[in-house]
């Protein structure tokens, strides 16, 4: 085999696996977030324990730079999709292990500042006048929006609070979930930056093997046809 046929391989054993994600995603999403709720990843892991062993040394490594370099990860949990009516299972799954630190990392760290949506900009001006909050925003002409300055003025950093939690931006609200990675589109993603995403993925590093083992009998399934 020449390096063309090899590369020809690869990209047709890549093609089928992104196949095999997608369709776990659509037929399996409700049951592998079932699987996950009843520890069915203890099960598996005793069955392999070197996975176990492999992988968090391996994985716990890698997302602990998360501390010092901007990356998103992905997570063994099924992102949200339009057209499957069960889907949002595992961003409620996804909320109820996530547990905030109250850092503030998220709020008070340097940046290129906060896009308000429409409706962020006006529900947060009803409450506090749109006079001071133009003052606390730049408006970026090219995308016709306002941009909440950085570090955020409404974080109470000595309480470790938000001042407007309530009304707070929706993209406030959905951190530290992030769009899901290119290489990854069927799975939720978090911001490493975030302490409490971090420890989540460690967390939940053993639900891997629960998206593996169902990704291989489809695979098997497919292979079989």
Known sequence: MD??????????????????????????????VKQKRE??????????????????AEQFQKI??????????????????????????????????FSCQHCGRCCFN?????????????R?????????LRALCKYDRCQS????????PFYDKSRKKCEIYDIRPLTCAKYPLHPPLKEMPCNLAVDAFCPAARQLAKETLGWWIICENNWAKLLGMLQRR
């Open 110 to 122: 340097p940046g290129a500042g906060l896009c308000l949506e429409k409706e962020d900009f006006e």
């Open 39 to 56: 520890g069915q990843d203890a099960i598996l892991l005793q069955e392999r324990p070197h996975w176990s062993v492999q992988k968090r």
């Open 3 to 32: 390096g063309s046929d090899g590369a020809a391989a690869s990209n047709r054993e890549g093609d089928q696996i992104t196949r095999v994600r997608i369709l776990c995603h659509r037929l399996l999403c409700s049951a592998c």
């Open 124 to 132: 947060i001006a009803k409450r506090i006048g749109r006079r001071r």
């Open 64 to 97: 602990d730079q998360g501390e010092k370099i901007p990356f998103d990860i992905a997570l063994p949990l099924p992102a949200r999709d339009a057209e499957l009516p069960d889907s949002d299972e595992g961003v409620r799954l996804f909320w109820e292990r």
């Open 145 to 152: 929006i306002w941009i909440l300055r950085q570090p955020c």
